[in-house]
């Protein structure tokens, strides 16, 4: 397993890379058919290239990305190594060891049937080109395991807030800023008045976190801006809460006479309940059990994954089942050795358990109104 991480950390993947990660893919792809026997369908959309495997009807979604954040020249300040029981290297914890988890699990089965895996090539980027074949699996499947990099101390990832993001755009009237500025509309100030009312949407770190970021406003330091904008980070817990941010955000009106406010929306996925995950969290932990691992932690995270869309569609998912580390996206970005086997153990372990019939939620679908086919919560 080790060997086989090194292969795809050294094999550098960064999602705008576009020939990065159609290298990227051979090398998963490869690897895979050497662990299940099975060549995968590659599927290149916008020259960005995913890989799908279906063994069987459809039954276990697993899913996992082969794109990182690292540019490519990064293992030179972060090389691959092994020291103290740990790997190192660009992309390693986030998420290549969940790949290598995911097909050395399969590889440990007795058979495949009812087992699809979906490898995509812009996770990091929010599925841009894979969501419609996100949406495609998670309609086929009874339940979707997903291969992101664990939680703190290997907690598996029940619930994920989903993420929407919006461009705040104000026009005003440019003036002379020395001559005439009472002539002008200064979108600068309107947009410090949207700001304000943008900041107050927010209800962290329980509710939905409403943060306005990249911000900018005028051409010249002696004009009256005629133009501003800003860009806003919603992370939202429910469907309510997302809700709740579109309909704060349409609401914005301008405060200066000959001002006009326009609220654009940006990619979003919605978010991952916990219901989702539920009652997979209880069979994991009774396969845990099984195996002696001990007591399984779950938690509940900002970011959002793939995991997100499936779980939205209605599909019941369990997502963190990947690699044991941390420092996903830093420098020291790092996964523990030895929980690389036992990872691999109960991924292997909830396939067979969901397949044999020994889960109840077999036949059930959470919340299916969650999301429509774009992704809006």
């Known amino acids: 397993m080790i060997e086989d991480l090194r292969t795809l950390v050294e094999c550098e993947s960064p999602s705008a890379d576009l020939a990065a990660v159609a290298a990227s893919a051979d090398v998963v792809a490869e690897l895979g058919e050497r662990l299940t026997g099975a060549a995968p369908e590659r599927i290149v959309v916008d020259g960005r290239t ?51 988890q995911l097909f050395h699990a399969l590889a440990g089965l007795t058979t495949l049937d009812g087992i699809t895996v979906l490898v995509t090539g812009d996770e990091e980027l929010g599925a841009p080109t894979s969501r419609p074949l996100l949406h495609e699996e998670a309609a086929r499947a009874q339940a979707a395991f997903v291969l992101e990099a664990s939680a703190d101390g290997g907690a598996l990832k029940t619930a994920r807030k989903g993420v929407a993001w919006y461009e705040v755009r104000v026009t005003g009237r440019a003036a002379h800023a020395g001559l005439e500025p009472w002539t002008g509309v200064n979108a600068a100030v309107e947009l410090a008045h949207q700001i304000h009312a943008i900041a107050a949407l927010d209800r962290g770190p329980l509710g939905a976190t409403v943060t306005p970021t990249l911000t900018a406003a005028g051409t010249t330091a002696n004009t009256v801006p005629a133009t501003a904008s800003v860009h806003v980070d919603a992370r939202v817990p429910t469907a309510d809460e997302a809700r709740r941010v579109d309909d704060g955000l349409a609401a914005l009106r301008p405060v200066l006479d000959g001002a006009r406010v326009e609220v654009v929306p940006g990619p979003r996925h919605p978010p991952f309940e916990p219901s ?12 845990a059990d099984r195996l002696g691992m001990g007591p399984l932690a779950s938690a509940h995270v900002g970011g959002a ?11 019941p998912t369990l997502d963190g089942l990947g690699a044991v580390g941390a420092g996903a996206h830093a420098p020291g970005e790092y996964v523990v050795v030895d929980e690389l086997p036992r990872r691999t153990a109960l991924l292997a372990g909830l396939i067979d358990a969901v397949r044999s019939g020994e889960w109840a939620g077999s036949s059930a679908r959470t919340n299916g109104a ?3 086919r774009a992704g809006r919560p």
């Open 50 to 100: 995913h890989l799908r495997w279906r063994f069987g009807p459809p039954g276990v979604l697993l899913l996992g990305h082969h794109d990182t954040v690292w540019p490519v020249g990064s293992l030179v300040a972060h090389p691959w190594r092994v020291e103290a029981g740990r790997a190192y290297g660009p992309g390693c914890f986030d998420m290549k060891a969940g790949l290598v």
């Open 276 to 287: 989702s995950s539920a009652s997979l969290f209880a069979l994991a932990c009774e396969v």
């Open 305 to 315: 994954s793939d995991g997100n869309i499936v779980a939205g569609d209605g599909t």
């Open 370 to 372: 969650a999301a429509d």
